[in-house]
């Protein structure tokens, strides 16, 4: 997703798997407009395969697949402020303590939301919203075709807070206390945080499929790795992370504090399958592109 990038440029174009195709661009009648199944709104985007409402807070609090018949939120999608102050080794350590607490606050309002794409290959909803010293421009879009499978949030950040790791959390009506990382060629199952193994990574993609096994949701990046999970039902994916000083730093590390300040864009993405497209579904993962 680019902001210069408007819907009049864009067009669904069909790839081959490890392959490309050639496109130009020649005179023709604008009036020939593909029929889409798109529709956006300040409140609600809606594609072929997900509908999503967005509340006042400006967060997403419902994403519904129509294929697969599911809501996957069981609350809304929120970006949230865990406080982090690790004993020792602050630019790189976490510490278990500061881990078990709830995060100290969310971006939140107020919201200004406007809708900033609204054509037949891709709709988009932009929010703006300032939280602790800093200002976040979130876009969530949904598209046509095989890029519609999935739901996509670019992010802009002009970052100045203090002591505080930015997740985005996403608290699922799947649960299961294991999860599944992507680790380049392969994968690794883990479950909740415990004292040694809290902040973990993953290449690409994790993912929650539901004890039942009847549907699972993914969480997508293209450039973000480290990611949580505090419970059965809830992935968090870590985006920021400036830390605080713990009781062991003194004042060995003070220029450590303002680390990851700044502005930063980034995009992440989810989407959902059933239980027989788990580690596999193609429209989530081979055609995700950074």
């Known amino acids: 997703w680019s ?35 798109l529709k956006v709104s300040e409140t609600s985007l809606e594609n ?14 419902s994403i519904y697949d129509k294929r697969i018949k599911q809501e996957l939120l069981a609350s809304p999608a929120r970006l949230a402020l865990q406080t982090e102050h690790p004993f020792d080794w ?9 881990q078990q607490k709830p995060p100290r606050a969310y971006v939140s309002g107020p919201a200004t939301i406007r809708v900033v ?7 988009a909803v932009e929010v703006t919203r300032e939280t602790e010293d800093s200002k976040y421009v979130q876009t969530v879009s949904l598209s046509a075709g095989d890029a519609g499978n999935r739901v996509e949030f670019g992010n802009i950040v002009d970052w100045k807070t203090k002591a505080a790791a930015l997740k985005a959390t996403f608290p699922l009506t799947a649960a299961n206390p294991e999860a599944t990382y992507n680790w380049g060629l392969g994968t690794v199952g883990r479950g909740n ?19 039942s096994g009847a549907y699972g949701v993914t969480v997508l990046s293209d450039c ?3 990611s949580d999970k505090p419970d059965d039902n809830t992935l968090r994916l870590t985006l920021v992370y400036t830390p605080g000083l713990g009781a062991g730093n003194g004042h060995d590390y003070v220029d ?17 399958h059933r239980s027989e497209e788990r580690r596999v579904g193609k429209e989530c993962r081979s055609r995700w592109s950074p």
């Open 3 to 37: 902001s210069d990038v408007c819907s009049s440029d864009l067009f669904l174009a069909k790839m081959p798997s490890v392959g490309f195709a050639v496109y130009d661009v020649r005179p023709g009648d604008s009036s020939a407009s593909a029929a889409s199944e």
């Open 224 to 226: 973000k790795i480290g």
């Open 48 to 61: 072929a395969r997900y509908r999503l409402a967005i509340d006042a807070n400006g967060d997403v609090s």
């Open 90 to 98: 602050p630019a790189w350590n976490m510490d278990w303590s500061d």
């Open 117 to 123: 794409e609204n054509g037949p290959v891709r709709v």
């Open 256 to 272: 450590q504090i303002s680390q990851d300040w700044g502005r930063h864009s980034f995009k992440y993405g989810l989407a959902s």
């Open 193 to 211: 945080n415990e004292p040694v193994k809290f902040e973990v990574a993953s290449h690409q993609w994790f993912d929650l499929t539901d004890k």
